[in-house]
């Protein structure tokens, strides 16, 4: 059996102020538009946690620390070529991280505009595809993996 597979790891940061703010970002990517936490792809050789770290820093600006590992979300790209030249299936990991120590001068980038915006308004944006999923790990204590099976309705999607 055959243990290696392709695979596109990535991270999120859900990065918060203390009073009651969480950081977004309107994604301006057409393959995953809407409001979404910032990140983004873990380079060859690079650890997840500096991954992060650096995308942050890309995307906002800003200088995170003491990152806490909250969870993954993962998912299988589809097999149609017209989307994934090749038509392989990759397996898709992103690491979510939640931190409050950050510093810098807020910034948008070429990924899309980063805003504050009060948590309890979070779900009145209109959000990325499968956002609240991750949300929904981030913020729990119980819950670490959101696994989607590809299915198009919500029984394709298994949390852990």
Not at 86 to 100: A, E, M, Q
Request: with cysteine; aromatic share 10%.
């Amino acid at each position: 059996m055959n243990r290696i597979e392709p695979c596109i790891l990535m991270n999120m940061v859900m990065i918060y102020d203390g009073e009651g703010n969480v950081l977004v970002q309107n994604r301006l990517n057409p393959n995953w538009p809407g409001i979404c936490f910032p990140g983004g792809h873990v380079e060859p050789e690079e650890s997840f946690v500096l991954s992060a770290i650096r995308e942050i820093k890309e995307e906002t600006g800003l200088d995170i620390t003491d990152l806490e590992l909250c969870g993954i979300r993962q998912w299988r790209t589809p097999t149609d070529p017209a989307v994934f030249p090749g038509g392989k299936p990759t397996r898709c990991i992103v690491l979510l991280y939640k931190t409050c120590h950050f510093s810098g001068e807020l910034r948008s980038s070429e990924e899309g505009e980063v805003f504050w915006i009060k948590r309890e308004e979070l779900f009145q944006q209109k959000l990325a595809s499968n956002f609240s999923y991750i949300v929904e790990i981030m913020e729990s204590d119980h819950l670490s993996e959101n696994y989607s099976t590809g299915s198009s309705d919500r029984s394709g999607y298994m949390q852990y």
